[in-house]
C-alpha cells in the first residue's frame, strides 16, 4: 500500500462547477499536509497548507480529518485555469522529507 | 529571478555515461531537497541537506547516484553509469530550517538516457 494515495482521475468538469478531491495517507504519525498543484511539464507549486482546522482560500477549501487519515481539497466555481495536476503531499515526524501522491488530474471544460 | 535554479533544464545522455545536475537554492533556504519524477507519478524523494550535511537518503538512490553540497549553498546530484530507467524529471527544492516551512521547486532537470 502506497504512503499516500489519490485518485488519480481525470476529473472532468465544466466550468463554474465544484469539485473535491480527496487523498489517503496510511502513516498515524504524519505530521504536516500540503496541496501542490503542478501544470504540465513545470514544477510543483504550493496551493495551500492543510490545518487541522480546516482553512479556505477563496475559492479553495481544504480539510484534514487525522481519524480518518485524509485530506481533502475542494475547488468551487471552478475556472478553465484550474486545470492541472494537483498533488497531496504529507510529512512525518523526525524528517523534512515530502512524500507525494500520484496527483488528482483536472480539466476544466468550456 | 530569486527562485530556486536548476542546470541544465534538459540533458539527453547516452546508456552507461555519467550526468551531473546543478541546483542553486534561494540564498536564505538552508535545507535543499532532490525529488526525481516520472510521467504520472508524483514526485519521490532521493535526498535531502540541512547545510552542507546529508541528513537522509532514499532507498532509491543506488550507489550510482551521489549528492553534494560542499558549502552548503549549491548542490550537485551525480549519476554514474547512467541506465534506460534513469530517465526522469529531476527536481530540487529548498526551504527554510526551521519547522515544516514550504518547499519551493525548481523547474527540474529532464534527463533521458537512450
Known amino acids: 500500500r502506497k504512503e499516500v494515495e489519490q485518485d488519480p482521475g481525470p476529473f472532468n468538469v465544466p466550468e463554474g462547477a465544484t469539485v473535491a478531491f480527496n487523498c489517503t495517507y496510511s502513516?498515524?504519525?504524519?505530521?504536516?499536509f500540503f496541496w501542490y498543484r503542478q501544470d504540465c511539464r513545470k514544477e510543483p507549486k504550493l496551493l495551500m497548507s492543510?490545518?487541522?482546522s480546516g482553512n479556505e482560500d477563496g475559492r479553495f477549501t481544504a480539510q484534514l480529518n487525522r481519524a480518518s487519515q485524509y485530506i481533502s481539497l475542494l475547488i468551487r466555481d471552478s475556472k478553465l485555469s484550474d486545470s492541472a495536476t494537483y498533488l497531496c503531499?504529507?510529512?512525518?515526524?523526525?524528517?523534512?522529507?515530502?512524500?507525494f501522491g500520484t496527483g488528482t488530474r483536472l480539466k476544466v471544460l468550456a | 529571478d530569486t527562485g530556486v535554479s536548476q542546470n541544465p533544464r534538459h540533458k539527453i545522455t547516452k546508456r552507461g555515461q555519467n550526468v551531473t545536475f546543478r541546483c542553486d537554492p534561494i540564498?536564505?533556504?538552508?535545507?535543499l531537497y532532490w525529488y526525481r519524477q516520472t510521467l504520472g507519478q508524483g514526485p519521490e524523494f532521493l535526498t535531502y541537506?540541512?547545510?552542507?550535511?546529508?541528513?537522509?537518503k532514499s532507498r532509491l538512490l543506488s550507489d550510482r547516484f551521489s549528492a553534494e553540497r560542499p558549502k552548503g549553498s549549491f548542490s550537485t546530484l551525480e549519476i554514474q553509469r547512467t541506465e534506460q530507467g534513469d530517465s526522469a524529471m529531476y527536481l530540487c527544492?529548498?526551504?527554510?530550517?526551521?519547522?515544516?516551512?514550504?518547499?519551493?521547486f525548481g523547474p527540474g532537470t529532464r534527463l533521458t538516457v537512450l
Open positions: 527544492a529548498s526551504s527554510l530550517g526551521s519547522g515544516y516551512n514550504e518547499q519551493f
Open positions: 541537506f540541512q547545510n552542507e550535511a546529508q541528513l537522509e
Open positions: 503531499v504529507v510529512t512525518t515526524s523526525g524528517t523534512y522529507k515530502y512524500i
Open positions: 492543510v490545518y487541522s
Open positions: 540564498s536564505e533556504h538552508n535545507r
Open positions: 502513516n498515524s504519525a504524519s505530521q504536516s
